[in-house]
């Protein structure tokens, strides 16, 4: 029987653990990213620039495209060179047309601020151009000849992304007041969710056009600091307000619908695992 192609494009810190995961069952993953020489060995590595409108290697047929692009720079035609040029110029250079897309989006769509709860069905009206851009790559994905589904993060934290562990070392916390809800979700089950997903395409089960992927517990900003201070054993000199999206809450029922159990539920046993490890 022949293998399963996925094609990772984007294929970064979310893309490569996600091809790992893949590559262990037994599919055949190729990892498209400028730099390959970071691609773990399980991945076949293609060198190609997303965002450049020649940048693009030859690219193999696939039966599922994973587009898991990620913006260097907040620089708004980057944003969309990346989202949205990108996205089109992959599907445009591919042999045939995959199976089916998935798209790797961002709560960033959502323009909620008032605490409210948020889901698949909750209106998107982003405030801001790069959630606008987003948006747009959502339905470039959505309105395109090929199945695809949506699957959009919260704030991914994780090995490597230490900005809020720093902020809190460094003695500084978000203020009580005003309650500024905060949304998280692990790499490690951004990319096992999305694995669990591609598994269930392959085995023809029915997928949503979109997935909220967020951990079980939102919760305001101020106290996630206010708990590794205490595990980090530091004293609070400032409180600063955090420069974040609008405070909201996500709920990921549709993600618990499939089956998908998360490694890490909530803050504190995400960050417990982080803390054990030397920086």
Request: glycine share 6%; charged share 25%; net charge negative.
């Given at each position: 029987m022949q293998k399963i192609r996925v094609l990772i494009a984007g294929c970064g810190d979310v893309g490569s653990a996600l091809g790992v995961s893949l590559a262990a069952?037994?599919?055949?993953?190729?990892?498209?990213?400028?730099?390959i020489n970071q691609l773990p060995e399980a991945i076949q590595p293609l060198a190609g620039d997303l965002s450049s409108a020649d940048g693009l290697?030859?690219?193999?047929?696939?039966d599922y495209l994973v587009y898991?692009?990620?913006?260097?720079?907040?620089?708004?035609?980057?944003?969309?060179?990346?989202?949205v040029d990108g996205l089109k110029r992959v599907l445009a250079a591919l042999p045939q047309p995959p199976k089916r897309l998935f798209l790797t989006s961002s709560t960033g769509v959502y323009g909620?601020?008032?605490?409210?709860?948020?889901?698949?069905?909750?209106?998107?009206?982003?405030?801001?151009?790069?959630g606008q851009i987003l948006l747009e790559s959502e339905q470039t994905a959505l309105n395109g000849p090929i199945p695809a589904t949506v699957v959009r993060f919260s704030g991914i934290y994780g090995p490597g992304r230490n900005?809020?562990?720093?902020?809190?070392?460094?003695?500084?916390?978000?203020?009580?007041?005003?309650?500024?809800?905060?949304?998280r979700i692990?790499?490690?089950?951004?990319?096992?969710f999305l694995a669990h997903l591609v598994g269930m395409a392959i085995r023809g089960e029915t997928l949503?056009?979109?997935?909220?992927?967020?951990?079980?517990?939102?919760?305001?900003?101020?106290?996630?600091?206010?708990?590794?201070?205490?595990?980090?054993?530091?004293?609070?000199?400032?409180r600063r307000p955090v420069r974040r999206g609008g405070s909201k809450r996500c709920r990921n029922l549709r993600l618990q619908g499939t089956g998908y159990t998360l490694k890490y539920p909530d803050f504190k046993t995400?960050?417990?695992?982080?803390?054990?490890?030397p920086e």
């Open positions: 069952e037994g599919v055949e993953v190729y990892g498209l990213r400028r730099t290697p030859a690219l193999p047929a696939c898991a692009a990620a913006a260097k720079s907040r620089d708004l035609e980057v944003y969309r060179s990346v989202y909620q601020h008032e605490h409210e709860w948020v889901d698949e069905f909750s209106a998107t009206e982003p405030d801001s151009p790069s900005h809020l562990l720093n902020q809190v070392r460094a003695g500084i916390q978000a203020p009580e007041s005003p309650v500024h809800f905060s949304n692990h790499r490690d089950d951004c990319a096992g949503a056009p979109i997935y909220l992927t967020s951990d079980n517990a939102p919760t305001p900003i101020s106290e996630v600091m206010g708990w590794l201070a205490q595990q980090l054993d530091v004293e609070i000199t400032e995400g960050f417990s695992e982080l803390l054990k490890t």
